[in-house]
């Protein structure tokens, strides 16, 4: 079975081709990846479990109030949208996320944005919240979180699983993926990447079989020392957190490691070293599935750290972005809310509302002030005489009159006042109180400027 392509077009009369043509933008680059037709009676017998209970201590204090999936990005959107977005135009309309973490605003995100699906069709978002559903003990692991919810993959019906990271940025049919696992009959199948060797160590580093037939030799999660490509000794192959399951196989794996003392009951850890010993895994090449591949290659991104997640929705702002947001054929979905256009005002010499290289989400008002390279999430205020570089406001911060700004993220909620200077000075910001990151990013949430956060 031949899996499809992700650059072809979409079939006349399929459900995504009546969500219109495929945008052409200036920022859009030029090579030719809509969404596929895809295998439906693949896709309705998938269920699709994504993992957005941890909590990403590296982001620091960017999850004291949130899980690391309900953490806003790209000015509109929360990081899970990528994951429930990429399973809604495969064709994967049962999913459930299991929630852990100061779950609330994540909760609340995908109760108020994800309900559109027909719920008369068998289409769902379930949300599940961990419930001690096997003794008195939270998730102890990746692996545990599924087996401690078994019964929504037997109630599901289910052939096959597909476990996601509910904490990527990435577009991707995973319906390519699920048709190759069916295609070669294998028990698990991996998503997998090319990343710089340097940079392995923070995934699970994966070694193929030489015979081209892309069977998992090792799998070593998080190594010190991170196995090269044969063929590119500063590169290593490692693991997206993406796995497609044979349904049976993955109850009787769940079993067999809940039953283990032993294990940590992680996915990484414990249940795929074990497969690939057995010779039960093989890997899928991300660039086969990958949707709007970037002039640079296909676009994944594990925003683990503040640097990260600057960087991340920094790239968005390039003339020709690595992220395409403007596939009207494969969008990132999310809740839509009901705001004014962004506004900007004044147009004299002395004061000049205008933003430059820069993305602006509804709600804004930029009155009299600059803005420059950044990204204003939704509902921002930027007073008169501020200037404004480099930075990431989130939703509903506010910033005074004479504000600057440089190479900031401003958390949702903050009112910087009148004045207020950061990112100019890494030392006195640390002075301050403030989280200044090894990439010399200057964090700002509500508590460190003696405010009341809110939850999310």
Known sequence: MEPSSPSRNLKAGSPLSRLGPTATHEETPTMPNHAPSRPSHLCDQTYAMVLAGGRGKRLG?????????????????????????????????????????????????????????????GEYVDVVPAQQQQGEAWYAGTADAVAQNTDLIRESGARWVLVLAGDHVYKMDYSVMLAEHVARGGGLTVACTVVPRAQASSFGVMQLAEDGSERILAFDEKPAEPAPLRDHADRSLVSMGIYVFDAELLLAELARDAADPASSHDFGHDLLPTLVQRGLAWAHRFERSCVNTALQGPYWRDDGTVDAYYDANMDLIEVVPQLNLYDDAWPVLSQQRQLSPAKFVFDDDARRGHALQSLVASGCIVSGATVRRSILFSKVRVEEGSQIDDSLLLPNAACGRGVVLRRCIVDKHCRLPDGFVAGLDPALDRERGFHVTPGGVTLVTPEMIGQTGRIG
């Open 61 to 121: 204090p960017l999850t004291d109030r949130r899980a690391k999936p309900a953490v806003p990005f790209a000015g509109k959107l929360k990081i899970i949208d990528f994951a429930l977005s990429n399973c809604v135009s495969s064709g994967i309309r049962h999913i459930g996320v299991l929630t852990q973490y100061k779950a609330q605003s994540l909760i609340r995100h995908i109760e108020r944005g994800w309900g559109f699906l027909a719920a008369t069709l």
